[in-house]
């Protein structure tokens, strides 16, 4: 497919966020509807939601903002992009333009090609220094803001490696990471989610650029995209280095390193267009023309990052068995929810990550159900939804683990975060907003009468708000409206338990057949009393990779002595080698708690080969219980290879 056979939308200009005086999200009146949702349960308990964005410093709420072009100049040898950035807006006599900006030098500032006079403030944190642009006059009608500037080497966005630390060692890679509020340490900007605009995006690398968006052409060293679709700036991306790209799908091509791409294209080409084709049955058709996702170097700190156009994917996802493509069925689903739908404030986090997580096991659910009518078994839904729930137990056990952790009371486990402008969003991230996000929309499900009557409502949502932002109250009228029938039951539904309060969500019931058989082996271990001689390699040999999984998680609930781990490690001896990560990550954590000194040892070294920070964290806050100075011996020993991100995460983990 060519450039020009994509459908490119019609689109709007963004406009800044449904003006709500005083913030009193879903109290103001045009939301007569919303007046009503569970009034009792919700909206007048709650009367502080904020419509300003507390994580940004600017003034966006004065402008539409109808464009943006992004050039980079991307310079390995001094490890900075020099950039250059123009915002088309339009606000009535505005008298100041305010960015954010955080560890950038300005060059020059401009508007309408003239030189404006500017202050970079100093820094704030966590929010950066604000950049405040005085305008010559106030002006009415589009206006350009052209800034040149640089990044600097404590950028937060961006990691330089050197080709050392690659895996082809053939030439230095870059690659950026922006979401939650990291976009304004690679370019000033309007750094909220509530600005969303189409883009110009290009960048200047002797090595091959990707970036989030079409890509257009070539000229040079200078690669073209174009991001029609009205984007906020987290979703802002570019990588360069040694990457080459392989078909994975009609529309979708898998890049990363030349060492790595045959077994990228090996473990995503079975399920690409498949993903596809069952996400936009749920939904509605794909818009973004490709579907592309890169797999990066070892330290990118997520599992999957749904730059559009240009998924960001975990090396650790290529397991060698296919078994991790839930993370692209996630991501592919960001494409529609967070993408085209987002969330207004970062304190509406639960909007676009369980939502998400809803739209993944929808879609693995699917495919179950394919591959069991493909097998001739006798009841493929009955498969398919089996499979659903086995996600849904891990997802659940994980979400216990991570509240116990956290602390009930902590204010971050609730799904609405109200975070004020004190509040790093990377501090508030966890699995709370997945998986209690997720509990709370098949929770609904089960309520309103199951998929058949929760799935029309999936199209509804997405096409109320494709291209736009809504926050919870926004999510809640339009439920409301679209079940007007069944207000009864919405009513029944505790919201302000499920929204506004911290700790686990009520226990979901469920049917426990494929995890029965885990947790019988859990059972057989517990009661072993030193007759360890029973358990053998066989013990897990008709299981699943998802259900080793589960197995593991159930053990990592009890405590166990090093007699015992030794035999487990004896029965089981290439669970510490498997190439499937989850499985690794926890079997460690298994014979780390138990404080066995050779995988303290071991674990300590496997640090220094992964950087995704669903691992790299909770491994050296296990390490740490057991043996701190270990635990930070290894830390220092690795730190810089590791994303910026991840390092000053695993800073605070650690106290230091
Ligand atoms: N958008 C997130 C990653 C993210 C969240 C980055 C918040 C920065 C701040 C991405 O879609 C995601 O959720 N990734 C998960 C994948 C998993 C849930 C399948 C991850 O990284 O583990
Ligand atoms: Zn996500």
């Not at 539409?64 to 992004?70: C, E, L, P, R």
């Not at 995006?201 to 029609?228: C, H, I, W």
């Not at 509406?348 to 659910?365: D, K, S």
């Not at 390490?623 to 730190?639: E, G, M, N, S, T």
């Amino acid at each position: 497919m060519s450039i020009s056979d994509i459908d490119v939308p019609q689109i709007l200009p963004s406009q800044p966020h449904i003006d709500r005086p005083h913030g009193a999200v879903g109290f103001e009146k045009p939301h007569t509807q919303q007046a009503e949702v569970g009034s009792q349960h919700f909206l007048s308990t709650y009367p502080t939601m904020p419509a300003i964005d507390p994580t940004t410093q600017s003034n966006y709420r004065e402008f539409t903002v109808h464009q943006g072009a992004i050039h980079m100049d991307i310079d390995f040898d001094a490890r900075v992009v020099h950039g250059k950035v123009t915002f088309t807006l339009e606000g009535a006599n505005a008298t100041q333009v305010v960015l954010d900006t955080s560890y950038i030098t300005i060059h020059e500032v401009t508007v309408n090609g003239t030189k404006a006079e500017y202050t970079l403030h100093p820094r704030k944190e966590p929010l950066g220094s604000k950049l405040e642009i005085t305008l010559p006059q106030p002006i009415e009608g589009k206006f350009d803001v052209t800034i040149t500037y640089d990044t600097t080497e404590q950028t937060t966005a961006l990691q330089f490696l050197d080709k050392e630390v690659t895996d082809g060692k053939v030439a230095p890679y870059l690659f950026s990471q922006c979401e939650a509020i990291h976009a304004r340490s690679m370019v000033p900007c309007f750094d909220t989610p509530s600005v969303k605009c189409p883009y110009k995006l290009s960048a200047t690398s002797p090595y091959k650029v990707l970036m989030s968006g079409r890509p257009l052409s070539q000229e040079g060293n200078t690669y073209y995209f174009d991001q029609p679709v009205p984007i906020p700036l987290y979703l802002i991306t570019v990588a360069s280095g040694d990457i080459t790209g392989l078909p994975i799908g009609p529309r979708s091509t898998v890049y990363s390193e030349p060492v790595k791409v045959k077994d990228a294209q090996w473990e995503f080409e079975a399920d690409m267009e498949n993903f596809l084709q069952i996400a936009e049955k749920l939904v509605f058709a794909y818009e973004w023309g490709t579907y592309d996702a890169l797999v990066l170097p070892a330290s990118f700190p997520y599992g999957g990052m749904e730059n559009p156009n240009m998924t960001f994917l975990t090396p650790t996802l290529i397991c060698k068995d296919r078994l991790c493509v839930g993370v692209v069925a996630h991501e592919l689903a960001h494409s529609w929810l967070g993408n085209l739908v987002t969330l207004a404030l970062w304190s509406h986090f639960w909007l676009n990550e369980g939502w998400t997580v809803y739209l993944e096991r929808r879609i693995i659910e699917a495919i179950a159900v394919a591959e069991a009518k493909q097998k001739g078994l006798p009841n493929p839904e009955e498969y398919g939804a089996q499979m659903r729930l086995f996600s849904a137990i891990i997802g659940w056990t994980s979400l216990e683990g991570v509240i116990a952790n956290m602390g009930a009371d902590n204010r971050y486990t609730k799904l609405y975060l109200d975070l004020t402008p004190d509040d790093d969003p990377d501090d508030a991230f966890s699995q709370v907003p997945y998986e209690k996000g997720l509990s709370l929309l098949v929770h609904l499900e089960q309520k309103l009468g199951g998929k058949t009557v929760f799935d029309p409502f999936i199209p509804h949502y997405f096409k109320t708000f494709r291209y736009k932002l809504l926050d919870t109250d926004e999510f809640l009228d339009c439920l409301y409206k679209f079940f007007a029938d069944k207000k009864d039951i919405l009513d029944l539904i505790d919201w302000k338990t499920w929204l506004h309060t911290t700790g686990l969500p009520p226990k979901p019931a469920f049917d426990t057949t494929l995890a029965d058989q885990c947790y019988q082996l859990v059972d057989k271990w517990s009661k072993a009393n030193g007759d360890y001689t029973q358990f053998t390699q066989d013990d897990l040999l008709l299981f699943s990779s998802n259900q080793v999984v589960v197995w593991l998680d159930t053990m990592l609930q009890h405590k166990w002595d090093q007699a015992t781990l030794a035999a487990i490690d004896k029965a089981y001896p290439t669970l510490g080698t498997s190439s499937n990560y989850e499985i690794v990550f926890r079997y460690y954590k298994l014979q780390v708690a138990g404080g066995v000194p050779e995988y303290c040892q071991k674990m300590a070294e496997w640090l220094g080969t992964v950087g995704r920070m669903k691992f790299v964290r909770p491994l050296y806050q296990v390490l740490a219980k057991v043996d701190r100075d270990l635990a930070v011996k290894y830390f220092k020993k690795w730190q810089d290879s590791y994303h910026p991100i991840c390092r000053s995460l695993v800073v605070k983990d650690l106290g230091l």
